[in-house]
């Protein structure tokens, strides 16, 4: 996929864990009847690369909508072009110890500044994070999976919704945008 002004990283929370099933295949189908071009996927995660038709964020509210009423559940879908993901990548302001330590969290709109300082400064243990304009960059100090750094609680915490990808997975979507 070549880069275009309208390529987009989308990104949707929390699917394929839990009940919360999404294949990827219908994922491509969703967005393709959106009006997408130039659609694929990378792993089972929730990540399409497509260049949507119109205004972006139109886009990633139709394709929640759309999901919502398919499967029954409702997952913020937030996207990024290429040049936004890589920016996120370059400011990653923690040494990268290992790429699955190491995540971005692009949220759904940047949060209130006073949000942001206020959880930067709570204890998550050995997890550090950081808030740069709408991404929460996080080094988990043992891996996401047995942080108290959760979805809910950076929701709580900043006001607004996101999703993470470890650095490996950015990497991999950069590639495939840029490749």
């Known amino acids: 996929m070549s880069e275009s002004s309208t390529t987009r990283i989308v990104l949707i929370r929390a699917v ?10 219908e994922l491509r189908e969703i967005a393709t009847e959106l009006g997408a071009t130039d659609v694929s996927t990378y792993i089972a995660s929730g990540n399409l690369l497509c260049s949507p038709p119109g205004d972006p964020a139109e886009f990633d509210r139709a394709l929640g909508h759309e999901i919502e009423k398919r499967y029954g559940f409702f997952r ?19 040494e990268v110890v290992d790429d699955k ?6 949220l759904v709109a940047e949060p209130d500044a006073d949000k942001a300082a206020a959880f930067e400064g709570k204890d998550f243990g050995g997890d550090i994070k950081r808030v740069i304009g709408s991404d929460l960059h996080i080094r988990y100090a043992e891996g996401a999976g047995r942080s108290k750094l959760t979805a809910p609680a950076i929701a709580r ?21 840029e490749g």
């Open 16 to 25: 394929n864990v839990g009940g919360a099933k999404l294949p990827m295949a």
């Open 76 to 94: 913020e879908v937030v996207s990024r072009t290429p040049a936004e993901v890589r920016a996120a990548l370059d400011a990653h302001p923690f």
């Open 101 to 106: 330590y190491s995540y971005v969290y692009f």
């Open 157 to 177: 915490g900043l006001g607004v919704q996101g999703t993470g990808r470890n650095l490996r997975t950015v990497r991999k979507l950069l590639d495939l945008t």
